[in-house]
Antibody, heavy 115, light 112 residues
């Protein structure tokens, strides 16, 4: 059974940092690029970052470039998102999804940026 | 970024009746490999999104055959042949051809 499980969300003050994790199983992780997508409360979906299968290429949406870093550990079938200099507008549920075309999604983890 | 425009944004439907959602992109979604990376997602209330359709018209595993996708270039459609109660939710189109991937605004499907 394919499983994608995000963790690491929580309440953080503006300017703070948080590291999200995504544990996967049930599919060949090393053959998929991986993507983070977020959804602000009551809003639509926004692509955040993508990393290629071997980690050699990483891409970010403009609003997070220079603040967020996507990484992966193929030995652990895991994906990460290091988020620094967090802003109120980063408040969202963050989803991990397989592939560039988002084949399988996790349940999401909520990040709240507030003082 | 490629802008994805969905219509309608709200779609009240009668159980058993068909429904159709349109999605238009601001640029052609044909990739250099010849494929068109246009996907459709369903998000039921309180749940994560789930992919229904990939590359315009291919249903994902477990997706009922009442869902179908069509279109080409910049103009795409998701159709539900006979709406069931479990189809209530928000539907998003998304293009994966150009970086970054972009989503439509979402279409809320509800039962009349």
């Amino acid at each position: 059974e394919v499983q994608v499980v995000e963790s690491g969300g929580g309440l953080v003050q503006p300017g703070g940092s948080l590291r999200l994790s995504c544990a996967t199983s049930g599919f060949t992780f090393t053959t998929y690029s991986m993507t983070w997508v977020r959804q602000a409360p009551g809003k639509g979906l926004e692509w955040v970052a993508n990393i290629k299968q071997d980690g050699s290429e990483k891409s970010y949406v403009g609003s997070v470039k220079g603040r967020f870093t996507i990484s992966r550990d193929n030995a652990k079938n895991s994906l990460y998102l290091q988020m620094n200099s967090l802003r109120a507008e980063d408040t969202a549920v963050y989803y991990c999804a397989s592939g560039r075309n988002l084949e399988t999604w996790g349940q999401g983890t909520l990040v709240t940026v507030s003082s | 970024d490629v802008v994805m425009t969905q219509s309608p944004l709200s779609l009240p439907v009668t159980l058993g009746q068909p429904a159709s959602i349109s999605c238009r992109s601001s640029q052609s979604l044909v990739y250099s490999d010849g494929n068109t990376y246009l996907n459709w997602f369903q998000q039921r209330p309180g749940q994560s999104p789930r992919r229904l359709i990939y590359k315009v018209s291919n249903r994902d595993s477990g997706v009922p055959d009442r869902f179908s996708g069509s279109g080409s270039g910049t103009d795409f459609t998701l159709k539900i042949s006979r709406v069931e109660a479990e189809d209530v939710g928000v539907y998003y189109c998304m293009q994966g051809t150009h970086w970054p991937g972009t989503f439509g605004q979402g279409t809320k499907v509800e039962i009349k």
